[in-house]
């Protein structure tokens, strides 16, 4: 087992043109030996930078330090100073034998992606900047933050502490705690981020084993199982394992499945709690388009899940009348969940994609002559100036300064939700002119002020005088342009 890893050793150092002398004064090491004055870094190897970008990903903060390879005794958070400019620069060095003998022991790669983390906690908390490098309080918030990071990573609670319980002694020393503190402290930060974001518990795939596929050739249908102690589960359908291929969320209790090879959603009920590792039926639930969704009236809750990803939390939901309008932002993507004020039972039910790019809705109650109009999700008719155009329907937002047009909306009074469009953005100034009767139409900030207003040409402009806001609009060529469209105008 040694030789490969020399081999590997030896084409790192013939590959690296330059080694950096790092001075140690500020620094951790992960089980707090001793680190040598004078220490080395080389450029790091491509799955600790990997590991590293994915760690930080989680974090949402920027990387403000750089990964390298170094002759420390495990892992090392340091900072090193320009002693002239007083500038500095944060490093994370690693041991690469010492990370290639974590991985062989634990047989996982959370255990050295939790000392990486460990390590990034500590630059990220600002422990690097201290003097006196390591303190036992200052490793446990290290501690803590890698048990945050590895839940948003997917990691459970055992893989999250897997690195202490491997390699940590029972009895602390001066610089770092003992095993059962720094577990305790992975153990809060793990709870913590599963109590911000629940049901995120990333479940393995039970790997399809070579040789048995007899035993999964004879299982039929759908069939699926949760083996709650080791956290991992499989999805057979018709004998095939898909697991590894599909999008999936909690879905409450249960689990949504999404096969985008052959374009099924799958619902494996009360996945959660039944972890016993039997087989069970899952329902295959639609085909084609994957849009579910529930409402949890109980709970004052409700998920959005399409094709298989939960996206609710990051959508701009109103009601409309009993349905639900959402937006998505990141897809730009418009749903509508239809009954889903009176369908609050918490079942799963699919939903509808009603829009792609800009979101704008609106629906006429001739009844109750009332109008809803919806930008993005939001309910915003309450906000606006809206005047009638002939047939169509102007609206101004005055919040964002933003102009929409309904079209026919005099004739379309059945209360349905239809698109409308921006038609400007800024100053709400426009006009039609019937040339045939010689009448003209004014329009500003969503009202007609037409009638108010004195009016004389210039021209073959019109210029028109308000005089109850003493402002003056020029409607240009006016005289030539009769057929009664829309146009835009502007102040004098
Ligand atoms: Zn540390």
């Given amino acids: 087992m040694k030789f490969p890893f020399l081999l590997s050793c030896l084409l790192l150092s013939l590959s690296v043109f330059s080694q950096i002398p790092i001075d140690c004064t500020n620094s951790c090491s992960y089980y707090g030996e001793e680190i040598g004055e004078e220490t080395y870094g080389f450029t790091s190897d491509e799955e600790a930078r990997n590991a590293l970008q994915n760690i930080v990903k989680h974090t949402g903060l920027p990387v403000n330090f750089t990964l390298m390879a170094g002759n420390v005794p495990n892992a090392s958070a340091i900072i090193r100073c320009n002693e002239l400019t007083g500038d500095c620069d944060r490093y994370i060095l690693y041991n690469q034998d010492f990370m290639l003998r974590v991985k062989q022991k634990t047989k996982t790669d959370w255990a050295a992606i939790s000392i990486l983390a460990h390590e990034i906690g500590h630059h990220l908390s600002g422990h690097t900047l201290l003097v006196g490098g390591s303190r036992p309080a200052l490793e446990l918030q290290a501690d803590k933050f890698s048990g945050f990071v590895l839940y948003n990573m997917g990691a459970t609670l055992d893989e999250a502490q897997i690195a202490i319980n491997t390699f940590v002694g029972d009895i602390g020393g001066p610089t770092h705690p003992g095993r059962s503190a720094r577990i305790a402290a992975i153990t809060n930060g793990w709870i913590q981020a599963s109590e ?255 009638t108010r207003c004195q009016s004389h040409y210039l021209g073959n402009d019109l210029v028109v005088f308000d005089p109850q806001e003493n402002k003056t609009y020029i409607l240009e060529n006016l005289k030539n342009l009769g057929d009664n469209r829309l146009r835009l105008g502007r102040l004098q």
């Fill in 196 to 450: 911000i974001n629940p049901g995120k518990e990333n479940i393995a795939d039970e790997k399809a084993e070579i040789g048995s596929n007899k035993s999964s050739a004879s299982i039929k249908g759908i069939q699926w199982r949760h083996d709650g102690a080791k956290n991992k589960f499989a999805l057979f359908v018709n004998g095939v394992q898909i697991a590894a291929r599909c999008n999936r969320s909690y879905c409450g209790d249960h689990y949504i499945l999404y096969d985008p090879l052959e374009r099924n959603t799958y619902l494996l009920e009360n996945f959660r709690l039944l972890i016993d590792n039997q087989l069970r039926s899952g329902k295959l639930i639609g085909t084609g388009e994957s849009i579910f969704w529930r409402h949890d009236g109980a709970n004052k809750q409700y998920g959005l899940y399409v094709n298989g990803l939960s996206i609710g939390t990051r959508c701009i939901a109103s009601y409309s009348k009993h349905d639900y309008l959402i937006f998505d932002p990141e897809e730009q993507k418009t749903y509508l969940l239809e009954n889903f004020r009176n369908l609050n039972n918490n079942l799963v039910y699919k939903g509808k994609l009603i829009g792609k790019g800009p979101s704008i809705f609106w629906r006429h109650d001739g009844e109750k002559n009332l109008y809803a109009l919806y930008v993005n999700g939001q309910l915003i008719s309450t906000r606006c100036n809206a005047s009638y155009s002939q047939d169509h329907y102007i609206v101004y937002d005055p919040e964002e300064q933003k102009t929409y047009l309904f079209e026919n909306f005099a004739n379309l009074s059945d209360n349905t939700l239809r698109t409308g469009s921006l038609i400007a953005r800024g100053p709400s100034i426009f006009w039609r002119f019937d040339g045939k009767n010689n009448k003209y139409a004014l329009y500003v900030n969503g009202q007609s002020i037409g």
